[in-house]
């Protein structure tokens, strides 16, 4: 069992910056691959950025590219999410998950293969 917990949202001016935490308790948690995803109101949940077990490769989605950046901690068991230069439509709850069965060096922002995730944090981005 892994559990998630999601920490550091909240409501933010537009071209504000905000850094949310997952923290990570259960299985090692260096061993699987990390993800952030997103949910605004009337939307499907999207991937926004993760990173694998091994070597911290990191991938992000076009639409967060060069204002976020996603980093892991495996002595805190804790991932990390800073968010720069907020816009409006980046006001979502933000999920952290965890793939227990990635390939060493790989991860995904399709949600299917992550197994456990967190209960999300409330991002607001005002204009």
């Known amino acids: 069992q892994v559990q998630l917990v999601e920490s550091g949202g909240g409501v933010v001016q537009a071209g504000g910056s905000l850094r949310l935490s997952c923290a990570a308790t259960g299985r090692s948690f260096s061993n699987y691959a990390m993800g952030w995803f997103r949910q605004a109101p009337g939307k499907e949940r999207e991937g926004v950025s993760c990173i694998s077990s091994s070597d911290g490769s990191t991938y992000y989605v076009d639409s967060v590219k060069g204002r976020f950046t996603i980093s892991r901690d495996n002595a805190k068991n804790t991932l990390y999410l800073q968010m720069n230069s907020l816009k409006p439509e980046d006001t979502a709850v933000y999920y952290c998950?965890?793939?227990?069965?990635?390939?060493?060096?790989?991860?995904?922002?399709?949600?299917?293969?992550?197994?456990?995730w967190g209960q999300g944090t409330q991002v607001t981005v005002s204009s």
């Open positions: 998950a965890a793939d227990l069965q990635s390939f060493k060096g790989f991860c995904t922002v399709a949600a299917g293969p992550y197994d456990y």
